[in-house]
């Protein structure tokens, strides 16, 4: 399966998990989505981990390595980056995962207004750092 395929099958499921959600969680994770893909347009999105408890799987957005996912709880939206620690955070997004060597992630809340200019930037240099 060509990656163009696989993409585009990704981004069928990701919309179908969006959909079946239909609520404030879906909402959050596709504008979150549509800022991911403006930001680093190479990009790709894939589903991964799934598992009985989470049949639909997690999004996941890559560009030489894993960029970020999103995650969906009960109470939030969580969306982690891979190599979070090595990216600067000037604005103070990452909330959550800070006390990893690696990873960092961004806990919204129902009623959370995301900061459109400093998620971009935090996208544009986990990409960077992967290549």
Same mark, same amino acid.
């Given at each position: 399966?060509?990656?163009?395929?696989?993409?585009?099958?990704?981004?069928?499921?990701?919309?179908?998990?969006?959909?079946?959600?239909?609520?404030?969680?879906?909402?959050?994770? &596709? %504008?979150? %989505?549509?800022?991911? %893909?403006?930001? &680093?347009?190479?990009?790709?999105?894939?589903?991964?981990?799934?598992?009985?408890?989470?049949?639909?799987?997690?999004?996941?957005?890559?560009?030489?390595?894993?960029?970020? *996912?999103?995650?969906?709880?009960?109470?939030?939206?969580?969306?982690?980056?891979?190599?979070?620690? &090595?990216?600067?955070?000037?604005?103070?997004?990452? /909330?959550?995962?800070?006390?990893? /060597? *690696?990873?960092? &992630?961004?806990?919204?809340?129902?009623?959370?207004?995301?900061?459109?200019?400093?998620? *971009?930037?935090?996208?544009?240099?986990?990409?960077?750092? /992967?290549?």
């Amino acid at each position: 399966m060509s990656s163009d395929l696989a993409t585009s099958d990704a981004s069928a499921q990701i919309d179908a998990k969006l959909a079946k959600l239909g609520d404030w969680r879906g909402e959050m994770l &596709a %504008r979150l %989505r549509d800022i991911i %893909r403006r930001a &680093a347009p190479a990009i790709v999105e894939e589903v991964k981990w799934r598992k009985p408890s989470n049949p639909d799987g997690v999004p996941v957005w890559s560009r030489n390595g894993i960029i970020c *996912t999103g995650e969906i709880y009960k109470d939030k939206v969580k969306l982690t980056f891979a190599r979070g620690a &090595a990216i600067d955070d000037p604005s103070g997004l990452f /909330n959550s995962s800070l006390d990893g /060597n *690696t990873r960092r &992630a961004i806990d919204l809340r129902q009623g959370d207004v995301i900061d459109d200019a400093a998620l *971009t930037a935090l996208v544009r240099a986990a990409a960077d750092l /992967n290549g």
